[in-house]
């Protein structure tokens, strides 16, 4: 190897090595009035006892349109599924989703026995979601994890994206008579300009 390439090399490899290490992230965390709101309808989603042992990674968003969404989480167990509820009525369910791995097919046997370990690395992290569609667009739900009959997390706030704005229409150009009745009678404007003449 030429002495050259050799260095290059190794410049190369001391600038990489630190490009895994994240800087820790300074900063606050703004909270609207809106997602306080939120919150005080449905809650926080805190782990419940039991989601504390199953939980491996905490329930999130993914996808979420006007009339769709995704929860996924990592999870100890197969037997996941999602309660969506009505924000103003906890006890109306809205839908009820099963959850299905979502990960790399052939990783699944492997992670699925991996969860019997203490601790987990990344990544065998057993992911599970559960999607849900005809929602209301700009519409604010709660939802909540189980296992089979039992919580894992506590009532959780979950809004759908916003309608899109119809534009408004667009008007019709006006048809020659409309034009004249516009000005205000055209031709009687001009000759009242010849009789001052």
């Known amino acids: 190897m030429h002495p050259r390439h050799a260095l290059t090399l190794l410049l190369a490899i001391a600038n ?9 992230w300074k900063g606050e965390v703004k909270v609207t009035p809106r997602e306080r709101e939120s919150i005080k309808k449905c809650g926080n989603d805190d782990l419940t006892e039991a989601g504390k042992k199953l939980v491996t990674r905490e329930p999130y968003l993914q996808g979420t349109t006007t009339t769709s969404t995704t929860i996924a989480w990592g999870s100890r167990s197969t037997k996941g ?15 009820t989703s099963s959850a299905a791995y979502v990960g790399d097919p052939n990783r699944k046997q492997g992670r699925e ?7 987990l690395a990344a990544d ?3 992911v599970v979601a559960a999607p849900f569609a005809k929602l209301e667009p700009t519409h604010l739900y709660c939802y909540q994890v189980f296992d089979g009959d039992v919580a894992l997390t506590e009532l959780a706030p ?3 994206a916003a309608a ?7 008007a019709a150009p006006p048809t020659p008579a409309t034009a004249v009745e516009q000005s205000g009678g055209l031709l009687g404007k001009m000759k009242g300009l010849f009789r001052r003449g």
Do not use: F, N
């Open 158 to 160: 979950m809004a759908t």
């Open 81 to 95: 599924r999602v309660v969506l509820t009505d924000a103003e009525d906890h006890k109306k369910i809205v839908s």
């Open 164 to 170: 899109p704005v119809a534009p408004p229409p667009i």
């Open 16 to 24: 990489g090595s630190g490009c895994y290490h994240l800087p820790i």
């Open 124 to 126: 065998d992290i057993y």
């Open 113 to 119: 026995a991996a969860q019997q370990r203490a601790q």
